[in-house]
């Protein structure tokens, strides 16, 4: 019997990274490496905005992390749209 479905529900997490002195950037990280293979453009950055969506929520209320988030957000759905169509 082969299983495919996997019991981890998120292919890709985010966090923030950088200094209070230096520009703050979001960083992301494949939860399983198998993943990293077999994805297309879109499933990709639809994963990315997930994860950022994810931070978002569940993140302590740093105003510097939320807004670095928001940008992050609109600049992979616009990127999003470029790919799609």
């Known amino acids: 019997m082969n299983i495919i479905e ?3 529900p998120y ?4 966090k923030t990274c950088g200094c ?3 520009e703050r950037n979001v960083s992301y990280h494949f939860i399983e490496s198998s993943h990293g293979l077999c994805l297309e453009k879109g499933e ?3 994963a990315q905005i997930q994860a950022c ?3 978002l929520k569940y993140a302590p209320k740093d105003q510097e992390d939320t ?3 928001k940008e992050e957000i609109a600049k992979l759905r616009l990127a999003l749209d470029f790919v799609r169509y």
Do not use: D, S
């Open 6 to 8: 996997n019991e981890i």
């Open 11 to 14: 292919l890709v997490e985010a």
């Open 20 to 22: 209070k002195e230096r």
């Open 44 to 46: 990709l950055i639809l």
């Open 53 to 55: 969506e994810r931070l």
């Open 67 to 69: 807004n670095v988030l």
